[in-house]
């Protein structure tokens, strides 16, 4: 089968920022625009989807553009699925990569976890998660933290790893983190793990290494974007097709992964 990669098209340079400027920009205000005209709507608050009932406070940090599909219950939603499906005794979410809050805030709100801790790089970013928090009603069951840095699960001892479910999403850095010694000592508890090769060199290499650690102490499976019916939602019903499909598109250059880890126990 063919794979069509616009990337390694013959257009000249000039082309590309031509496309970029007239092309790729109208698009993401667009996008940006809906966004606000949903979040208006639905005062902030998640309508759709196993998120239902979650505040999202304005300013957001990251993903503004993805707001209306946050509040639709669309963004991601295989990985929301895989979140409230997981087994009753994962209690403690673990989000390295956390942005705004979106998924810390929702587990604890709207999907059963006791406990979470948040760890973010950006400052603003950690303020919009503890403004989130305390919005939805559980500021005092998150403790939010700064960079992951490798062997960073040292700090956590004293968790229950089978209580344990890690979301891991740091833009290429799950390479450095996802080491034998983390698999091994949270070997019981549950991970998903974003993949983002656009930004790792030698890609291939490195995420069949990192998968083939991983199996050493679980269960690994693939988890890929998939279909998308904005036509469903009755509050999308007096826009244009091209505006609804742009309230279910996440803006992605390519196809996301996902490995989903489940412990052999």
Same mark, same amino acid.
């Given at each position: 089968?063919?794979? !069509?990669?616009?990337i390694?098209?013959?257009?000249?340079a000039?082309s590309?920022l031509?496309?970029h400027?007239?092309?790729?920009?109208?698009?993401?205000s667009?996008?940006?625009?809906?966004?606000?005209?949903?979040?208006?709507?639905?005062?902030?608050t998640?309508?759709?989807g196993?998120f239902?009932?979650?505040?999202?406070?304005?300013?957001a940090?990251?993903?503004?553009?993805?707001?209306?599909?946050?509040?639709?219950?669309? &963004?991601?939603?295989?990985?929301l699925?895989?979140i409230?499906?997981?087994?009753?005794?994962?209690?403690?979410?673990?989000?390295?990569?956390?942005?705004?809050? &979106?998924y810390? #805030?929702?587990a604890?709100?709207?999907?059963g976890?006791?406990?979470a801790?948040a760890y973010? !790089?950006?400052?603003?970013g950690?303020a919009?998660?503890?403004?989130?928090?305390q919005?939805?009603?559980?500021?005092?069951?998150?403790?939010?933290?700064?960079?992951a840095?490798?062997g960073?699960?040292q700090?956590l001892?004293?968790l229950?790893?089978?209580?344990?479910?890690?979301?891991?999403?740091?833009?290429g850095?799950?390479?450095?983190?996802c080491?034998?010694?983390?698999?091994?000592?949270?070997?019981?508890?549950?991970?998903?793990?974003?993949?983002?090769?656009?930004? #790792?060199?030698?890609?291939?290499?490195k995420f069949?290494?990192?998968?083939?650690?991983?199996?050493?102490?679980?269960? #690994?499976?693939e988890?890929?974007t998939?279909?998308r019916?904005?036509?469903q939602f009755?509050e999308?019903?007096?826009?244009e097709?091209?505006?609804?499909?742009?309230i279910?598109?996440?803006?992605?250059?390519?196809?996301?992964?996902?490995?989903?880890l489940?412990?052999?126990?």
């Amino acid at each position: 089968m063919p794979v !069509i990669d616009p990337i390694l098209d013959k257009r000249s340079a000039v082309s590309r920022l031509l496309n970029h400027l007239f092309v790729w920009l109208p698009i993401q205000s667009r996008r940006k625009r809906l966004s606000k005209l949903v979040d208006a709507a639905f005062d902030g608050t998640v309508a759709h989807g196993p998120f239902a009932g979650q505040k999202l406070t304005p300013g957001a940090w990251w993903g503004a553009k993805d707001r209306a599909s946050m509040l639709l219950g669309l &963004y991601e939603r295989e990985l929301l699925d895989v979140i409230v499906a997981r087994p009753a005794r994962h209690t403690m979410f673990i989000d390295i990569g956390a942005a705004d809050g &979106y998924y810390v #805030v929702g587990a604890l709100k709207c999907a059963g976890f006791a406990r979470a801790i948040a760890y973010e !790089i950006s400052a603003r970013g950690r303020a919009c998660i503890a403004d989130n928090a305390q919005s939805n009603g559980v500021g005092d069951r998150v403790e939010i933290r700064g960079k992951a840095e490798p062997g960073f699960w040292q700090s956590l001892d004293g968790l229950d790893s089978a209580a344990c479910f890690f979301l891991i999403d740091i833009e290429g850095g799950e390479i450095d983190i996802c080491d034998d010694a983390f698999f091994e000592a949270f070997r019981r508890s549950m991970m998903v793990i974003e993949l983002h090769p656009m930004f #790792v060199d030698d890609a291939d290499r490195k995420f069949a290494d990192l998968r083939a650690r991983a199996e050493r102490w679980f269960d #690994v499976s693939e988890l890929r974007t998939g279909a998308r019916d904005p036509a469903q939602f009755e509050e999308l019903a007096m826009l244009e097709d091209t505006d609804r499909w742009l309230i279910a598109s996440e803006g992605r250059k390519r196809l996301m992964h996902w490995l989903v880890l489940r412990p052999r126990d």
